[in-house]
């Protein structure tokens, strides 16, 4: 079982930043893909980035390749998501993820979300 809190979103103006974090309960972080979802109301949920246990891999969605850098510190248990240049689009609950092998996130663990609102 995995537990996860995320931390970390706010209002913020467009252009400017926002770090969250995403505490992982448990001894084997480092085995689970680590993935950052979210979802604007009245859209379906979407894929954000996610990266491997090893950080050896990471992936974006194009819309925020270049701006969104996702990372993870496994001795502290947590994955982070650093957003830069943020436009009003990126307003959105975001949801920390982990699945084993990051193709099956339906099977995963979820976090309870954190809001993002960016203004224009």
């Known amino acids: 079982q995995v537990q996860l809190v995320e931390s970390g979103g706010g209002l913020v103006q467009a252009g400017g930043s926002l770090r969250l974090s995403c505490a992982a309960s448990?001894?084997?972080?480092?085995?689970?893909?680590m993935g950052w979802f979210r979802q604007a109301p009245g859209k379906e949920r979407e894929f954000v980035a996610d990266?491997?246990?090893?950080?050896?891999?990471?992936h974006y969605r194009d819309s925020v390749k270049g701006r969104f850098t996702i990372s993870r510190d496994n001795a502290k248990n947590t994955v982070y998501l650093q957003m830069n240049s943020l436009k009003p689009e990126d307003t959105a609950v975001y949801y920390c993820?982990?699945?084993?092998?990051?193709?099956?996130?339906?099977?995963?663990?979820w976090g309870q979300g954190t809001q993002v609102t960016v203004s224009s």
């Open positions: 990266i491997s246990g090893s950080s050896g891999s990471m």
């Open positions: 993820a982990a699945e084993r092998t990051g193709s099956n996130w339906s099977k995963g663990y």
């Open positions: 448990g001894r084997t972080f480092s085995t689970y893909v």
